[in-house]
Nanobody, 115 residues
Framework: QVQLVESGGGLVQAGGSLRLSCVAS????????MGWYRQAPGKQRELVAR???????NYADSVKGRFTISRDNAKNTVILQMNSLKPFDTAVYYC?????????WGQGTQVTVSS
């Protein structure tokens, strides 16, 4: 059984920063990859960033150079550092864990960026 708990969302002004955390119920090395997705009103859920078991990373083009995904293995935690936030980043952000062939999801945390 897998649980993912997100935290760190909030309201910030454009240009500001937020740090999202996702705490898993066990070692994150059980997962092939972990990542962050987001869903804005009226839009499909999209991949924001992903980190594999081997620590390879991928980012959506819209966040490259602004967001960084990392992990704290001792705390079973994946982190998304978001800098230079823009209004279009406003969305609910969901933590994802992939443990083939299964996907697991957190409850989501709201990020709102004002102009």
């Amino acid at each position: 059984q897998v649980q993912l708990v997100e935290s760190g969302g909030g309201l910030v002004q454009a240009g500001g920063s937020l740090r999202l955390s996702c705490v898993a119920s066990g070692t994150i090395f059980r997962f092939n990859a972990m990542g962050w997705y987001r869903q804005a009103p009226g839009k499909q859920r999209e991949l924001v960033a992903r980190i594999t078991r081997g620590a390879d990373t991928n980012y959506a083009d819209s966040v490259k150079g602004r967001f960084t995904i990392s992990r704290d293995n001792a705390k079973n935690t994946v982190i998304l550092q978001m800098n230079s936030l823009k209004p279009f980043d406003t969305a609910v952000y969901y933590c994802n864990a992939y443990d083939a062939p299964f996907n697991y999801w957190g409850q989501g945390t709201q990020v709102t960026v004002s102009s």
